[in-house]
């Protein structure tokens, strides 16, 4: 247990659907992130968030849409995705400095059908 | 730009076996170094955070080293056991940044 909690751990949606995915930490972290890994790639960084203020979106498509409400949530809404959007999608926190160590939660498999 | 390679990509020993995983990076300037396990189909467990300024760190059977000026970071695993079967990834930070680049990982299995 890292201290990350992610959910759903798994979903399976349809083209058309709209879905979020949830990330908690109550490790009083600053900094949030999610990220993708995708079979046979390296995991890519999609958002950074600081303080609740977005400070990185790695040329993420706009069908990924980011929410960070506060310091301890941060989701990740989904609209009209690709099969090719399948993946594991990943959340971490962190001390807000470049020094400190991620935290990683449990991951959701996502299935786009 | 930066790039991160682990090599190998698999990898498997006869359990008790003391073991090196590799991971090379192209530019020196890094923040910091950490290493991951992943167990499949699963998240990310920190294993070691090596600072810039530091040369190594070890948490029970595993030493982690970094040699920024040759491009490098080892993590050591001592008496290997199947246990320790799993997905090992090396990311940095390479400046002020909070973004974590990451390598693709040695699959290393351990048999008993």
């Known amino acids: 247990e890292t201290g990350v909690t992610q959910t759903p751990r798994h979903l399976v949606m349809g083209m058309t659907n709209k879905k979020s995915l949830k990330c908690e930490q109550h490790?009083?972290?600053?900094?949030m992130y999610w990220y993708k890994q995708s079979a046979k790639k390296p995991l890519e960084l999609m958002f950074v968030y600081n303080f609740k203020e977005q400070t990185e979106n790695n040329s993420v498509p706009s069908r990924f849409s980011p929410e960070c409400p506060n310091s301890s949530h941060l989701f990740l809404h989904l609209h009209t995705l690709q099969p090719e959007d399948s993946a594991l999608y990943l959340c971490?926190?962190?001390?807000?400095?470049?020094?400190?160590?991620?935290?990683f939660g449990q991951g959701t498999r996502l299935t786009v059908v | 730009k930066q790039e991160v390679t682990q090599i190998p990509a698999a990898l498997s020993v006869p359990e008790g076996e003391n073991l090196v995983l590799n991971c090379s990076f192209t530019d020196s300037a890094i923040y910091n170094l950490q290493w991951f396990r992943q167990d499949p189909g699963k998240g990310l467990t920190s294993l070691l955070l090596?600072?810039?300024?530091?040369r190594e760190q070890t948490s029970g059977r595993l030493n982690a080293s970094l040699d920024k000026s040759s491009g490098r970071s080892t993590l050591y695993i001592a008496a290997s056991q199947p246990g320790d079967s799993a997905t090992y990834l090396c990311a940095l930070r390479e400046d002020s940044s909070y973004k974590l680049i990451f390598g693709s990982g040695t699959r290393l299995l351990v048999r008993p």
């Open positions: 490790l009083g972290h600053n900094a």
């Open positions: 090596i600072q810039s300024s530091q």
């Open positions: 971490a926190s962190s001390r807000g400095t470049a020094v400190a160590e991620a935290f």
